[in-house]
């Protein structure tokens, strides 16, 4: 599990066939090792175990059945994002311990390629990530310099929910594991450092929704509180005033803040992110957009049941609405479940920091209508949310998790 944290996580491991030969080997030795597990999900299955079996085995066989222009290769993101789903219910059968090893495993190696794309954001383009989102000559340059892409960018994205939390609660952490003085610190120290540096590559990678759906998931993480009543209402009206008012507000900003840094070393920095926001609406622009997801939703109603079964004619910009067009209404509706069971289980969970939970869920649920997912999702998605909550000292064991246990204390 190390191994495949690093490899999905460094831009410089994407396209080497060794290093995919070792994940694939690593991937393999995880399912034996899970076969000889006591409490196996591959021997015991949830139904989301069952749900990813059923769907990994339906899109190969159509894959098989109808071939079409595209490679098989394109199915291999998703396949991988929901061999995560499998390591991470293994995890939420107890291992509290493995799910914080990868919690803080991934929290060291993010900083490390989130300062690698800063810098090439700064010194090579300010549209690096986005240059690197397609497969190319230039792209695999890139990634060999350590410079993350669209990937790279919305996985610190899905991070942020629960790096928001510990942020404004660094000490819980710590004290959660036990750790004094200089180990203390540290960990307080790689928190801080990861949500800062998720911001700000969020902010100067350019992309719109990426901002957005930030801006929200902070929102959320300070504002709610409450599960329910005019608390919540309150506090969620609150959230969206405060996204529009940040979306409206961001450009005069900027512009206003060139004007005060005209002449200094900070001019040409203001520039840049005025710049990629403007190189985000101008080369993925919402009339772009709405016909992609036009189109899917267009042939989804057309071919309701089967689908269109190639993946030739969809939108190509929506996971979500990409499987409903190809596969029909119910592997569609199988895959949307698989992407959002756990943050939904967080949310009705009294024991979870109900901000971080709504935003995690906002995110998950958000993200895929809107874009493409990859592997490095499902590692966020499925393992590294266990480990938050882990870390957070909320047990993973499923039917302690359902409830609320008589004399544990909710959070509010």
Known sequence: ?????????????????????????????????????PRSVLLK??????????FLGYTAFVEWLVPDAGEISRHFQIWIMFFFLLVGESLGRGRDG???????????VLPIWSIATLRGIETIAVDVARTISRSSDEARTLAGQGVGGYGFVYTVLLCLPFLAWFATRPRSAAATMGARGWR????????????????????????TIGLVLAAIALCLVLLVRARGGLRLAISLSLSAMLVLLAAFALRPALD???????????????????????????????????ERYQRSMRLALENPVMGTLTFDHVGKHSAALDRYAQYGFVIGTLFLLLLVYLPWRFVRDRRVPFGPA????????AFP???????SWGLILYVFSRGALAVMGIPLQRERRLGHAPGVPAHA
């Open 184 to 207: 203390r610190r540290g960990v307080m120290t790689l928190l801080m450092l990861n949500f800062l540096l998720g911001y700000l590559l969020l902010l100067r990678a350019g992309y």
């Open 45 to 54: 299955p949830s139904w989301p175990v069952l749900g990813t079996v059923v």
């Open 256 to 290: 206003g803040l060139q004007g005060a840094a005209a002449g200094t070393e900070y001019a040409a920095k203001v520039r840049d992110v005025r710049r990629s926001l403007d190189e985000d609406q101008s080369t993925g622009t919402v009339g772009d957009r709405a």
């Open 98 to 108: 493995d799910a914080r090893l990868c919690f803080w495993l991934v929290l060291l």
């Open 1 to 37: 599990m190390a191994y495949l944290i690093v490899w999905v996580l460094s831009p410089p491991l994407a396209y080497g066939a060794m290093w995919r030969f070792i994940a694939l080997s690593a991937m393999v030795t995880w399912l034996l090792l899970e076969l000889a597990a």
């Open 358 to 365: 709504l935003a995690f869920l906002a995110v998950a649920l």
């Open 369 to 375: 209508l809107l874009n493409n997912v990859f592997m």
